[in-house]
């Protein structure tokens, strides 16, 4: 044999071991892949997360609840709360609290969280409080531009709850946790950022706040919605406009082990009723089935009891008396408490003549529920 045939053969033989080490290796990666478990901080990832609105789970996140800051939320103690400019105590929490212009004036205007007052300050008067999740949840959306939302820079987490699922919204951050990532699991208690003044416009540095909201979404169709109208910065489905709160400190007053968000919902009071004209059943009834009641949508009509907000608290198919109230009008509102609508920040609906109808806003409102 030649001496370049016998290195040849020689060298052939050490590919052909190299080779079978590589396979053995990949071999063995494999196996331990396929069986290793997930890591202690980390779920699967939420299917389809530009929609991490679908689905329920046997547990129920929001059993037990963290408060969203160091502060403990207690109604009673104003420090824990950060007004508005105003300097009215009641206009950091929920509802129709504030005032604002509308039309050619001024009207109540609703608040749909509540603003938790730094407690943490460094030498030049910067918040160092962190932001916590206040329960085990998934990052569904991540605002990192100050400049375009009033929100300014925000962080959604949507919770899988046994009966669909809910968000939690913390909004004003000054910085995110290098953890808040969308798409990642989140449990009760992580750190998601630190309070600051971010917003359009700005927020003044002392009033820097936690603005924290809880509830549902409206559509999950919305981001379409938003696009057919040509609107700038939609935020796809997490948009404000498509987010109902309820009273976030109501749902920590009622914690208990048995807690459930939607037999809270069942209790929140109907600020009016209407009748609607709609080919289909609304998406926000086939998310949230235990809000719908009685037989499968019939498509003549829906009749729906509506939070001041907007929320629709339940909704059933219209009578054949309710769908003659329609005629050839795609809404009509049958009944408002005005107990329950108080001062109508929202203006959804509005009362002229003695007769309520849904106003400029109501009729957004109704596009975008039932697009």
């Not at 990949?26 to 389809?48: D, H, I, Q």
């Not at 927020?203 to 700038?232: C, D, M």
């Not at 769908?323 to 005005?338: E, F, I, M, N, Y």
Request: with cysteine; net charge positive.
């Amino acid at each position: 044999m030649k001496l370049g045939d016998k290195s040849r053969r020689y060298g052939a033989i050490a590919l052909l071991v190299i080779l079978e080490f590589v396979f053995v290796g990949l071999v063995l990666y494999l196996c331990f892949r396929a069986k290793a478990p997930c890591a202690p901080n980390a779920e699967p990832e939420t299917p389809g997360l530009d929609l991490p609105l679908i689905g329920r789970t046997a547990t129920n996140p929001f059993r037990y609840l963290v408060f969203p800051t160091d502060q403990v939320l207690d109604r009673n103690d104003p420090d824990v709360f950060q007004p508005a400019a105003s300097g009215r105590p009641e206009s950091a929490l929920f509802g129709s609290v504030r005032t604002a212009s509308y039309g050619k004036g001024l009207a109540a205007s609703f608040h749909e969280g509540v603003d938790i007052a730094a407690g943490q300050r460094d030498a030049a008067g910067r918040p160092q409080d962190a932001v916590y999740a206040v329960a085990n949840g998934a990052v569904a959306y991540v605002n990192t531009q100050a400049g375009n939302s009033n929100y300014g820079k925000y962080v959604v987490l949507t919770h899988a709850c046994p009966s669909g699922m809910v968000y939690t919204l913390y909004a004003h951050l000054a910085t995110f946790s290098p953890s808040v990532i969308r798409g990642r699991f989140v449990k009760a208690g992580d750190v998601l950022g630190i309070i600051g003044h971010t917003a359009n416009p700005p927020i003044p540095l002392t009033q820097a706040h936690l603005h924290f909201e809880v509830g549902l979404i409206l559509n999950a169709r919305f981001s379409q919605w938003y696009r057919a109208q040509k609107f700038k910065h939609g935020h796809a489905n997490f948009n404000g406009w498509n987010l109902l709160g309820v009273d976030p400190l109501a749902v920590f007053e009622r914690q208990c082990p048995d807690f459930d968000f939607f037999q809270h919902i069942a209790t929140l009071p109907a600020a009016f009723t209407i009748v609607l004209s709609a080919r289909r059943k609304p998406d926000f009834f086939n998310r949230y089935p235990c809000l719908w009641e009685g037989a499968p949508y019939r498509g003549a009509g829906l009749k729906m009891a509506v939070s001041e907000d907007g929320l629709p608290l339940k909704g059933r198919n219209a009578t054949e008396s309710e769908r003659r109230l329609l005629g050839a009008h795609q809404s009509v509102v049958l009944r408002v408490d005005p107990a329950a609508l108080g001062r109508n920040g929202c203006h959804l609906v509005i009362c002229r003549k003695g007769l309520w109808r849904l106003g400029r806003e109501g009729k957004k409102w109704r596009d975008m529920l039932m697009y």
